[in-house]
């Protein structure tokens, strides 16, 4: 008896009528693939495709919260699997490895129905079919895609949704408030910033805004150079860092550093700035709630001194990245499309609990799955001081933020320049005085420029 | 006397510095976490709510560490054996008997051991698919063997060249024929180099990630540092107390372990030689 | 007994066909090259395919550019400084790793108490899952939390806000990783060596007892020529080992400090450009050029290995 040996079946994920539809099919191929059996143990999956209509294979990240796992894999996948006859299969890997797991599906042809990644990956364009269907379908529930997903799961130029986004997680600035207030100030604008900078750092809390080969970084500098009017493409996706704008903008953040921060900065990994928070050291760091999370669960001293505010206002306004672009795609080769489709489309037509298992994390990406008053509502019951602490969230996501690749979409050639860490080292040689900004600027420029001409050779922008 | 205390001169400081990081760990291990993250409480010791089970209590009831710890066991014992089947004759060919033919075949297998595995892991995703081993441990017992069977091959070439050819000699004019040379000489004489190649093995196998991610996603059939990276490190959060229990768990009896192995060596062969 | 004795003559006849060394040889041999080849063959041969396309993001196919990836890489400089980081990561703590554990070995032969706790603590480091240990160096090297630091301003040698940052600036950062990268080696040096030292028969020290030599001259007439094909292979290993291996620099510094990147090694770098940013062509181009290198380095010192035999 085969079916002894799998372990699924001991772990009871499947119900009894799975067992006996199993159980059946198993009758019927065992000549054909009766031979495998004694490896079934270790690779169960191996049949399912063949011999199993309704299965769904999905791959997602280890959430940073790990409660909205919890959700996905043992209530939502299998309800929805229940009312839908499909056998859904949820697995997590590490989120640093979700590209090289994918690019080895493409080679192979043949791995997860679905594939999820923190951000948008216009690369596979090529790779998937088109999501259009599912945002129509999602659209016709509960109303049209939100301008930040849209623009970041859209290819203008090839007229394709290579990605269906769900959600998408705003990244405010988090900052002690005892300490701000000990000299009196917030970090409300950048000017105040730069006044504050000395002072923190005086006080032995410097400020936190890394300039490392890592995402939180990454996100921050890309947001603060949106506060200064600089871009790193436009609308016709031309690239359009080198400008005054810019210039102005390192020189800026430069004078920051070097009288506000300290060198830990250059060398952060995603969790750097979470332990220079932590370690109550850190005044200011651009993080998303996570960075509160821990100090409210761990009960830090200073968890309630914490403050979430939007990123502070620069000469061009308020504007900022969100911190993870949940992106869902669908491979050509998937073997249940059907089921994947309306997998995803009910997913974010009922994205209430979905945001709720997050822990406010994950932000719909249909603004009308679960409108902003509701979550500002469904926010406020938070009871972590300071109270309301949460609210703002609503706000940014509302407001204060937009699609990697503003004012353009996110596109293959922004995502290599984006993996490349181009514009933290654009920062950096500035504030330790490699270069003059002028000259990072324009090294930025060939080297970004290389980048987008390689891509449109290749007809994605 | 002069000789001892020179002895614990060098081994003595040098064993402190590579075991540092592994009292760090026990530390860190049973530290509770929110003394973890306070600067006050010093790192070298626990604080007041400490040493705590919390972490490992963790690892064992809400991940699949157990799970992980036993699928890594049976890749590596696998590779060790299939390594050793085909490395051990192999290697000594080279050293004893290889024409013109065989040493270029030797040099071959080494250098495949020269590929770069960054990329190699698409095109070899391809093939594991192609075997239908997609999500399955033994993917990994059919791929390791490529980059332990070349070191295997020519770390043992070396150990049967410091075997003098007087010994085979004296045992083929006492009438054996080159396989039972072979078999009750020479064999039993390279202890020491399968030894290694074993230790060595098994230790890539526990080593090697990028292969044990791309290959495999269900969270029952990982290795451990795949499960562990998966299921503790939470983006920017990681579980630093369980993943220091994860990672002493294995390597204390591995290396309790191999320095069995290393008594054997110097017991068994040396005689007198060092004493 | 009677089944074994009938057995007997075809068993000769087989046994007389082993009698030859090429015969023998090339049945030894074969097993090894061709499940090796079999296996990394085809892989390697689309890898190199590859790096003669503009594939992208996971196809293994793509558009023929000819040298075009290889010329492109050739004149960025982030491709040079990673050559170069490649090699000084590799040069030096390979020399640390044959002189510590040389030394090492060496002092491990005498017999003292306590030898055996001491062995293991020297063998940790190797038997740890490296991944995970890798958390334990980046927990010590963490900007915040790091032990060193706290040492160091506990004891008041440095300012809270001027401890120096391992992984931050571009210097430290390398000698993090070349520290990291020797402390994972030296274990499994000292074991290569002690292997290597126990091999050598007992006959030979007592040939060289006869002949009068003892201590270092013992070493260096004896000791030293016999271990000479197991350390360079050995040798030859730690270096392929650490040129192709980028665990522990993705992991402790993910290619390293903006601007300068000073950690940024080939194999990083080609992951990188081909699986991160998705330019698997260019991607592929950048791994395979350390390819020649390597077999040259290897050839040469596999020849001598084969040389250096027991005279």
């Not at chain 1, 001293?301 to 061009?316: E, M, N, R, T, V």
């Not at chain 1, 293959?412 to 600027?441: D, I, R, T, W, Y």
Request: aromatic share 12%; proline share 6%; hydrophobic share 50%.
């Amino acid at each position: 008896m085969a079916h002894s040996d799998d372990p699924s079946h001991r772990e009871g994920r499947y119900d009894r009528r799975e067992l006996i539809r199993r159980a059946g099919a198993a009758g019927v191929s065992i000549g054909v693939a009766g031979s495998g059996f004694g490896q079934a143990f270790y690779g169960p999956l191996r049949f399912k495709g063949r011999w199993l209509k309704g299965d769904l294979s999905l791959i997602t990240w280890a959430h940073f919260v790990p409660a909205f796992d919890v959700w996905l894999d043992k209530t939502w996948a299998p309800g929805w699997g229940e009312k839908n006859d499909v056998q859904v299969k949820v697995d997590h890997i590490l989120n640093t490895l979700l590209p090289a797991r994918a690019q080895a599906e493409v080679a192979a042809s043949n791995g997860h129905d679905i594939f999820f990644d923190l951000a948008p990956r216009p690369q596979f364009e090529d790779n998937v079919i088109n999501h259009k269907e599912i945002v129509q379908e999602v659209t016709r529930k509960v109303g049209k895609i939100g301008r930040i997903a849209h623009k970041a799961s859209y290819n203008p130029k090839t007229k394709k949704y290579f990605a269906f986004s769900d959600n998408y997680v705003p990244d405010p600035v988090v900052w002690r408030h005892d300490i701000w207030n000990g000299i009196g100030m917030s970090p409300n604008t950048w000017d105040s910033v730069r006044r504050a900078a000395p002072r923190l750092k005086a006080a032995g809390h410097p400020l936190g805004i890394g300039q490392s080969a890592e995402l939180d970084s990454n996100m921050a500098l890309m947001s603060f150079l949106m506060c200064f009017g600089a871009f790193v493409q436009n609308e016709r996706h031309q690239v359009t860092i080198k400008s005054k704008r810019t210039v102005e903008a390192l020189k800026f953040m430069a004078d920051i550093y070097q009288r506000g921060e300290t060198d830990d900065i250059f060398g952060w990994d995603p969790a750097g700035n979470n332990n220079f928070l932590y370690s109550g050291k850190g005044s200011m760091i651009f993080n998303a709630i996570s960075a509160t999370r821990t100090p409210e669960d761990t009960r830090l001293p200073f968890a309630s001194d914490l403050w979430i505010w939007p990123i502070p206002k620069g000469p061009h306004g308020r504007m900022g990245y969100q911190h993870v672009m949940g992106s869902w795609w669908i491979w050509k080769f998937a073997k249940n499309q059907a089921a994947a489709k309306k997998f995803l489309a009910d997913l974010e037509i009922n994205y209430k609990d979905a945001f709720l298992a997050s822990k406010f994390y994950n932000f719909p990406s249909f603004p009308g799955a679960f409108p902003f008053a509701k979550i500002r509502k469904a926010v406020a019951q938070d009871t972590h001081r300071p109270r309301g602490k949460y609210g703002v969230l609503t706000t940014i996501a509302q407001k204060y933020t937009t699609n990697p690749g503003h004012p353009g979409y996110s596109n293959a050639a922004f995502g290599e320049m984006f993996s490349k860490f181009l514009v933290p080292k654009m920062f950096a040689q500035v504030s330790q005085k490699k270069m003059s900004a002028q000259e990072a600027v324009n090294a930025a420029d060939r080297e970004i420029k290389q980048i987008y001409a390689k891509w449109r050779k290749l007809g994605k922008i | 006397m002069k000789e001892k205390g020179l002895s614990y001169l060098i081994v003595g400081p040098f064993a402190i510095l590579l075991a540092f990081p592994f009292y760090v760990m026990v530390i860190t291990a049973f530290k509770n976490r929110a003394e973890l993250y306070d600067p006050s409480v010093t790192p070298y010791w626990f604080g007041k709510q400490s040493p705590t089970w919390d972490n490992a209590s963790f690892l064992f009831h809400e991940t699949q560490y157990p799970r992980w710890l036993a699928n890594t066991a049976i890749v590596g014992l696998c590779v060790v054996a299939i390594t050793l089947v085909l490395a051990v004759p192999a290697g000594y060919a080279l050293a004893r008997l290889a024409g013109r033919v065989g040493q270029s075949l030797g040099v071959g297998i080494f250098l495949t051991y020269l590929v770069p595995p960054t990329l190699l892991f698409i095109p070899l995703f391809w093939v594991i698919n192609q075997v239908h081993l997609q999500n399955s441990i033994w993917s990994l017992v059919l791929v390791y063997p490529s980059f332990t069977v070349p070191f295997a091959t020519w770390l043992l070439m070396g150990f049967f060249k410091t075997i003098p050819a007087e010994l085979e000699d004296a045992a083929r004019v006492d009438g054996a024929s080159r396989l039972k040379t072979l078999t009750r000489v020479v064999f039993p004489i390279s202890v020491p180099g399968v030894l290694t190649v074993v230790i060595f093995s098994f230790s890539l196998v526990v080593n090697e990630f990028v292969y044990a991610f791309t290959f495999i996603s269900p969270s029952e059939h990982k290795m451990v540092s795949t499960g562990v990276y998966t299921d503790l490190i939470r983006g920017d959060l990681p579980e630093w107390g369980a993943i220091m229990v994860a990672a002493l768990i294995p390597s204390i009896p591995l290396a309790l372990l191999y320095n069995t192995f290393l008594d054997r060596f110097i017991a068994g062969f040396t005689g007198g030689a060092f004493r | 007994m009677e089944a074994l004795a009938a057995a007997r003559p075809r068993g000769r006849r087989l046994t007389n066909v082993f009698e030859r060394p090429g015969v023998l040889a090339s049945v030894l041999i074969s097993p090894a090259v061709l499940f090796v080849l079999l296996l990394v063959g085809g892989p390697l041969l689309i890898a190199i395919g590859l790096s003669f396309t503009n594939a992208t993001s996971g196809q293994l196919h793509g558009k023929w550019v000819g040298l075009e990836n290889f010329r492109n890489e050739w004149t960025n400089p982030s491709f040079q400084s990673a050559v170069w980081h490649t090699f000084l990561f590799t040069v030096i703590s390979q020399a640390i790793v044959l002189v510590v554990a040389g030394l090492l070995a060496h002092a491990l032969t005498k017999n003292f108490p306590g030898k055996w706790l001491l062995r293991f603590l020297i063998l940790l480091p190797w038997a740890a899952p490296i991944a995970l240990s890798l958390m334990a160096w980046k927990w010590m090297f963490d900007t915040s939390y790091s032990i060193f630091n706290w040492t160091l301003v506990h004891f008041h040698l440095s300012k809270p806000l001027e401890v120096p940052q391992y992984l931050a600036e571009p210097k430290l950062a390398m000698g993090s990783v070349i520290a990291v990268h020797a402390w994972r080696i030296i274990p499994f040096a000292v074991v290569i060596f002690l292997a290597g030292l126990a091999s050598i028969p007992k006959e030979v020290h007592d040939a060289a007892a006869i002949d009068g030599a003892t201590g270092l001259r013992k070493f260096w007439s004896v000791s030293l020529p016999l271990q000479l094909p197991i350390a360079t292979v050995a040798l030859l290993f730690g270096i392929v080992f650490t040129a192709t291996d980028m665990a522990i620099v993705y992991i402790l510094t993910q290619g390293g400090p903006p601007p300068s990147f000073s950690t940024e090694m080939v194999t990083t770098w080609s992951y990188k450009t081909g699986i991160e940013a998705g330019s698997l062509g260019p991607g592929a181009a950048i791994s395979l050029f350390l390819l020649p290198v390597l077999a040259v380095v290897s050839i040469a010192m596999l020849l001598f290995a084969r040389k250096a035999e027991v005279s």
